[in-house]
């Protein structure tokens, strides 16, 4: 069964950072996928956050744009979000998923508060 599998979250003061990664071992054509980051906090809809496209084009929600980066390693077959200058309204469950697909991954919560 193909599956990702989020790591990486965890509790953060506003202005810190993380590294959430995303690893796709089961999908053997994982180079093919764009690949994506949404996220989703208590009682709100999911919101798209990022992609990476096959050919490394990147693209950014504007509430993020400029504090998260996302790239790829398709040699290992995971995607990974930068988190920079941390917001207490970035507090929301990250999930992976592979663009135009039904694979998501299960989520990795990130809290940030003081």
């Known amino acids: 069964q193909r599956k990702l599998v989020e790591s990486g979250g965890g509790l953060v003061q506003p202005g810190g950072s993380l590294t959430l990664s995303c690893a796709g071992d089961?999908?053997?054509?994982?180079?093919?996928?764009?690949m994506e980051w949404f996220r989703q906090a208590p009682g709100q809809q999911r919101e798209w956050v990022a992609r990476i496209g096959s050919e490394l084009t990147t693209y950014y929600a504007d509430s993020v744009s400029g504090r998260f980066t996302i790239s790829r390693d398709n040699n290992r077959k995971t995607v990974s979000l930068q988190l920079n200058s941390l917001k207490p309204e970035d507090t929301a469950v990250y999930f992976c998923?592979?663009?135009?697909?039904?694979?998501w991954g299960q989520g990795t919560q990130v809290t940030v508060s003081s």
């Open positions: 089961s999908i053997s054509i994982f180079d093919h996928y764009g």
């Open positions: 998923h592979a663009y135009g697909t039904p694979i």
